[in-house]
Nanobody, 121 residues
Framework: QVQLVESGGGLVQTGGSLRLSCVAS????????MGWFRQAPGKEREFVAG????????YYADSVKGRFTISRDNAKNTMYLQMNSLKPDDTAVYYC??????????????WGQGTLVTVSS
């Protein structure tokens, strides 16, 4: 198992930016494909972005494409999500997790506490 700790959330106005971090510890961070998920109040958790170990391939949900950028620093066991042009619909708790493949975003580890992003209108 890998332990995951998300951070970087907060309250921001529409159009603002935030950078989320996910630090992994425990068994191994590599060579794992990683993903960011989010869960808005009253909604199911959704997969928003993913990145392979090599960083060569990435995935973005249509709702965040062009606004969010996923990256990772394997030496630091850390993954990032740069979120720009934030909208109220981006309000959610954001989580990270290992996934088998970008096309199969099934969480492989226990969920962390997540980090809350609130975008005010």
């Amino acid at each position: 198992q890998v332990q995951l700790v998300e951070s970087g959330g907060g309250l921001v106005q529409t159009g603002g930016s935030l950078r989320l971090s996910c630090v992994a510890s425990g068994r191994t961070f590599s060579p794992a494909t990683m993903g960011w998920f989010r869960q808005a109040p009253g909604k199911e958790r959704e997969f928003v972005a993913g990145i392979t170990w090599s960083r060569f391939s990435t995935y973005y949900a249509d709702s965040v494409k062009g606004r969010f950028t996923i990256s990772r620093d394997n030496a630091k066991n850390t993954m990032y999500l740069q979120m720009n042009s934030l909208k109220p619909d981006d309000t959610a708790v954001y989580y990270c997790n290992r996934i088998p493949h970008l096309s199969r975003p099934q969480a492989l580890d226990a969920w962390g506490q997540g980090t809350l992003v609130t975008v005010s209108s």
